[in-house]
T-cell receptor, first 109, second 114 residues
C-alpha cells in the first residue's frame, strides 16, 4: 500500500512567491524523498531526508520531517515559472519505495 | 550519462495482444521497479526486483509479469492486455529499495489498450 500521501492540493502562485506542500505517511520509514515531474515525463529526484533528520536544504528547497506526526513538507522559495510541475513524496522501507498521489504546482510568470 | 531507458515511448495495442515494454539501466543498480501512473492515483508499484532472478509483487501486479535475467534489464510483460491497463508506465532503478538512495526514472511509456 502507498505510504506517502500529499495533501491533494493544486497550488497556483505568482512567480517569486513561496510554495509549500505537505506529505503524510502511515508507517515507520527509513527515509523520505521528494521528486518533481514535469508534464508526464519521468520523475526527477530533488532531495532525501533521513528519518533522524528534521530539516534539510538544497538550493531553494527546504524539506522538514516530523516523524512524531508522520509528516513532511517541501518548501520552494522564490518560485520560478520553471518550477511548474507535480511534486511527489516517496517513503522508503521494507524493500519498497512508495509514492504519494502528487501535488500540482503552477507558477504564474 | 547515467540513465534508464524505456521502449517504446508510446504504444497503442489491441486487447489480448501480448506486449513487452523494455527497461534498461547503465548504473549497475541492483534495485529496479515498475510503476503505473493514473490520474488521481499517483504512482503505484507493479513489480520490483532486488537483484538478478529476484522479483516480487508491488501494489498492483495483476495482469503483469516481469523477469530479471540480467542486472541491467527489467522488462515488463503484459500477456493479455486489457483496456484497464491503459496507463503511463515508468521504470526506475536505484542502489537500494530501502529508500536511502535516489531512484532514477525512465521517460515513461504511454500505453493505450483498445
Amino acid at each position: 500500500s502507498q505510504q506517502g500521501e500529499e495533501d491533494p492540493q493544486a497550488l497556483s502562485i505568482q512567480e517569486g512567491e513561496n510554495a509549500t506542500m505537505n506529505c503524510s505517511y502511515k508507517t515507520s520509514i527509513n527515509n523520505l524523498q521528494w521528486y518533481r515531474q514535469n508534464s508526464g515525463r519521468g520523475l526527477v529526484h530533488l532531495i532525501l531526508i533521513r528519518s533522524n533528520e528534521r530539516e534539510k536544504h538544497s538550493g531553494r528547497l527546504r524539506v522538514t520531517l516530523d516523524t512524531s506526526k508522520k509528516s513532511s513538507s517541501l518548501l520552494i522559495t522564490a518560485s520560478r515559472a520553471a518550477d511548474t510541475a507535480s511534486y511527489f513524496c516517496a517513503t522508503g522501507g521494507n524493500n519498497r519505495l512508495a509514492f504519494g498521489k502528487g501535488n500540482q504546482v503552477v507558477v504564474i510568470p | 550519462e547515467a540513465q534508464v531507458t524505456q521502449n517504446p515511448r508510446y504504444l497503442i495495442t489491441v486487447t489480448g495482444k501480448k506486449l513487452t515494454v523494455t527497461c534498461s539501466q547503465n548504473m549497475n543498480h541492483e534495485y529496479m521497479s515498475w510503476y503505473r501512473q493514473d490520474p488521481g492515483l499517483g504512482l503505484r508499484q507493479i513489480y520490483y526486483s532486488m537483484n538478478v532472478e529476484v522479483t516480487d509483487k508491488g501494489d498492483v501486479p495483476e495482469g503483469y509479469k516481469v523477469s530479471r535475467k540480467e542486472k541491467r534489464n527489467f522488462p515488463l510483460i503484459l500477456e493479455s492486455p486489457s483496456p484497464n491497463q491503459t496507463s503511463l508506465y515508468f521504470c526506475a532503478s536505484s542502489l537500494s529499495g530501502q529508500g536511502w538512495a535516489e531512484a532514477f526514472f525512465g521517460q515513461g511509456t504511454r500505453l493505450t489498450v483498445v
